[in-house]
């Protein structure tokens, strides 16, 4: 069983930063595509920022510039650098994974971790 565990959500003021991390634990053979998506109440959940096996990044409009993915394949954990944070970044934030173990592939979610932006 794979398991996806966020941590580095919290209340911060505009313009201040935070650092998601999300680790994936299990059996794993390889992770390829990773990304960090969010939920605003009331709203779909939208992806926020992915990253591929080969670290190749693409970003939502609204957060480029300001927001950074990363990996670390060696801790099987994805991060996302939050800086210039904006009341509008408030949402839970979901990790995302597409992992293949040795019987099979598919995608796996965390728990998810609460940003508030306090303006």
């Known amino acids: 069983q794979v398991q996806l565990v966020e941590s580095g959500g919290g209340l911060v003021q505009a313009g201040g930063s935070l650092r998601l991390s999300c680790a994936a634990s299990?059996?794993?053979?390889?992770?390829?595509?990773m990304g960090w998506y969010r939920q605003a109440p009331g709203k779909q959940r939208e992806l926020v920022a992915s990253?591929?096996?080969?670290?190749?990044?693409n970003y939502a409009d609204s957060v480029k510039g300001r927001f950074t993915i990363s990996r670390d394949n060696a801790k099987n954990t994805v991060y996302l650098q939050m800086n210039s944070l904006k009341p509008e970044d408030t949402a839970v934030y979901y990790c995302?994974?597409?992992?293949?173990?040795?019987?099979?592939?598919?995608?796996?979610w965390g728990q998810g971790t609460q940003v508030t932006v306090s303006s």
């Open positions: 995302n994974a597409d992992v293949n173990t040795y019987t099979n592939s598919r995608d796996y």
């Open positions: 299990g059996i794993i053979f390889r992770i390829n595509g």
């Open positions: 990253i591929t096996s080969g670290s190749s990044t």
